[in-house]
């Protein structure tokens, strides 16, 4: 004798679980991205609807547009990973990859800084030639003070940490607000000098 088969039930979706420590790092990710980018979209509207016939406007406004684009990407992205962690069971036999993350947003939150230190710097009374590495003035030139070893070594320091401490899992609670004051202290910095420019009159 057959029998009619109901309707086959789909299999629920799967979702691979994630640590505790995962979560953290997931969640704050996505907090730095969301957050720097929903700032950066913020303060570039002036660039994206200043007059071209200021100066300033003129002169900031095409690196506004790119900014506001990629802080555009970046909030997407920040949304998709809170999405992607909100979603998954948090289970201590899952995977805590998120806290590869919390690396990438110390180290990005270092090149920030590293950024907006000067390669040359010269005494007052003085402008610096970068291209030659030289104080000039009126009377006078010589060699500038070079920071180039400083940004080397907060570079390759950083990497150092994020690559051996960041993103340990064990150490989530404390490498993860570290990674966070990091990263907003570098893009916070960059934000002041890019789009958080006045350039309407």
């Known amino acids: 004798m057959c029998h009619d088969a109901g309707p086959m039930s789909r299999p629920p979706r799967y979702t691979s679980e994630i640590t505790t420590a995962g979560r953290v790092a997931g ?46 990407f970046m909030l997407l992205f920040g949304v998709v990973i809170g999405v992607l962690v909100r979603r998954r069971a948090v289970s201590e036999a ?16 270092v090149l920030g800084v590293v950024a907006r230190i ?25 060699d500038a003070t070079s920071w180039l070893w ?25 490498t993860a607000p ?3 004051a990091s990263w907003f202290a570098g893009l916070g910095w960059l934000l002041t000098e890019t789009v958080g420019r006045n350039v309407r009159p």
């Open 27 to 72: 969640y704050t990710s996505a907090a730095c991205l969301v957050i720097t980018g929903a700032a950066y979209l913020v303060f570039s509207i002036d660039e994206l609807t200043c007059s071209p016939i200021y100066p300033p406007c003129a002169r900031y406004a095409p690196g506004g547009i790119i900014i506001a684009v990629a802080a555009a």
């Open 94 to 109: 899952g995977t805590s990859g998120y806290t590869v993350l919390l690396s990438f947003v110390f180290v990005a939150g």
């Open 118 to 142: 000067p390669t040359y710097t010269c005494p007052a009374g003085t402008h610096v030639d970068p291209l030659a590495a030289l104080c000039i003035n009126d009377r006078t030139r010589f």
């Open 150 to 174: 400083l940004k080397w070594a907060l570079v390759l320091g950083a990497t150092g940490v994020a690559a051996t401490v960041i993103w340990r899992p064990r150490w989530v609670h404390v």
């Open 178 to 180: 570290i990674a966070a």
